[in-house]
């Protein structure tokens, strides 16, 4: 995923164009202040192509760089200098992969924290990696006791995942697990009712699942 442009440069574009729309509005026949104002705006947008090809661009290359080198020390189950490879990729370069990669090693190590900032810095994209990263931020929120951080986490990884008949029930069940845990067995039900009618490859082909067994226990507990 491509590093986007600094917020300050962003923000001082959207305030020369709003000054400008106003500066137009009062100052219709003062041309030379408008042309004043019109080079300014020129030259912001000069800048920041300049930033773009001097600046960012080589960032990119040495974050993929950074990130070739962590990879390849994963790989080779060289944990400790890649998650220094990786943690150095995202945070000097802006390498957004970076992030979750860090997060991953971070996680099998324990540090749920840690993990956790990581996977918040994450641009969750995409229908694979996004959900992936979103159940990994519900599975660190389990472990520190924040419940309805994991559900929130475990929403968006459903959302992300958008009907996939094997990646979303699985964050489903999660979400069903923590509303377990809640006391919240109504809301329990409805989601292992959901997978029933909804997703029938993953309980009959893909895991054998058996949610009738799930779904009558909240039912049970939730008095229906």
């Not at 509005?25 to 003062?30: A, D, P």
């Not at 324990?110 to 229908?127: F, M, P, V, W």
């Not at 929130?152 to 959302?159: P, Q």
């Amino acid at each position: 995923m491509s590093k986007k442009q600094p917020a300050p440069a962003r923000t001082t574009l959207e305030e020369v164009n709003e000054s400008l729309t106003s500066t137009a509005q009062k100052l219709e026949e003062n041309k030379k202040y408008i042309y004043y104002v019109l080079g300014a705006l020129l030259a912001i947008v000069v800048l920041a192509a300049g930033y773009k090809y001097l600046i960012h661009d080589p960032n990119m290359a040495k974050g993929s760089e950074q990130m070739g080198k962590a990879d390849i020390e994963n790989l080779q189950g060289d944990t400790i200098n890649a998650l220094k490879d990786y943690e150095k990729a995202f945070d000097e370069f802006g390498t957004d992969r970076a992030a979750f990669n860090a997060a991953i090693i971070l996680y099998q190590q324990g540090k749920n924290e840690e993990a956790a900032k990581y996977l918040e810095k994450y641009d969750a994209d995409g229908k694979v990696a996004g959900p992936a990263a979103m159940s990994l931020l519900g599975d660190c929120y389990v472990n520190m006791k924040k419940l309805d951080k994991a559900v929130s986490a475990f929403d968006k990884a459903i959302s992300l995942a958008d009907k996939n008949e094997y990646y979303a029930p699985v964050f489903m069940c999660k979400k069903a697990t923590v509303l377990h845990e809640q006391k919240k067995y109504a809301e329990e039900a409805a989601i292992y009712q959901d997978i029933k009618d909804n997703y029938p490859a993953f309980y009959t082909q893909a895991t054998n699942f058996n949610v009738d067994k799930y779904l009558e226990r909240a039912l049970a507990l939730a008095g229906k």
